[in-house]
């Protein structure tokens, strides 16, 4: 019964940030917005509820199954990719370093949240 609330609790969610995307024309993907209140939630309550818990366990053992679309996708257009190749490792790498400087950003203010918190 946990595994059904959680994931209704998620795709409540996911549906309520499409709503609000559609029904605002956002440029925000709903599934973003959905998210974000699920942390906004998660962030008041102070904990994750056990029936988000377990369905969130159980979607993440299939986390890999997400990368088989894009393997696809390079096998069947690799001789564009390899046609643009400069570009496409540019944007690779510039969109890594990003990732990697926004990530050490958060951590580092989380970091420093908690140690306020103490």
Not at 89 to 117: D, E, F
């Amino acid at each position: 019964m946990e595994l059904l609330l959680g994931l209704g609790s998620l795709l409540g969610f996911w549906l309520l940030g499409e709503g609000i995307s559609h029904g605002l024309a956002l440029p925000i993907p709903g599934s973003v917005i959905g998210l974000l209140l699920l942390f906004a939630i998660l962030c008041l309550l102070g904990r994750v509820p056990a029936s988000i818990a377990v369905a969130s366990e159980g979607l993440l053992k299939y986390l890999a199954l997400l990368f088989v679309p894009a393997g696809v996708g390079v096998m069947v257009y690799g001789d564009q990719l390899l046609a643009a190749w400069l570009p496409t490792s540019v944007a690779v790498v510039v969109a890594t370093l990003l990732t990697l400087a926004v990530s050490a950003g958060v951590m580092s203010a989380a970091m420093r949240i908690k140690g306020r918190r103490r």
